[in-house]
């Protein structure tokens, strides 16, 4: 078996860091398409910390199909105000009206990491700071 972990994120920062840790990955995107995801998670009433946890987890899982001998690390990251997720911005204006809903304003940053192999999660953890 192969132990080389695989990255399904094409994230330069995510690599950087688990080089940094001694983790060599290979980068592989999992090209999940997030904003159908957190639409049909929103309609549910999910809240920021399980839209997070199931894109990490849908990443990771979707990634271990095509390479199911590796560990495959997924990861996703939203923002949270008073519930609601903040969507990214698309241009300037967006992130503008974004900062400005956030200043003043208790928000939180919710991470979440998946491993999975063999198509399936076998770990997770999400935070929220």
Known sequence: ???KIMLASKSKVRKEILKKNGLDCEVHPSNVDEDIVKISLEKENASPEIV???LAELKAN???QKFPE???IGA???I???GKLIPKPTNRGDAYKI???LNGETHYLIGSVCISMGGAMIWNYTDKA
């Open 99 to 101: 900062l400005k809903s």
């Open 80 to 82: 949270d105000l008073k």
């Open 1 to 3: 078996m192969d132990k």
């Open 70 to 72: 590796k560990f495959v």
């Open 62 to 64: 979707k990634v271990s």
């Open 52 to 54: 997070s946890k199931n």
């Open 76 to 78: 996703d990251s939203v």
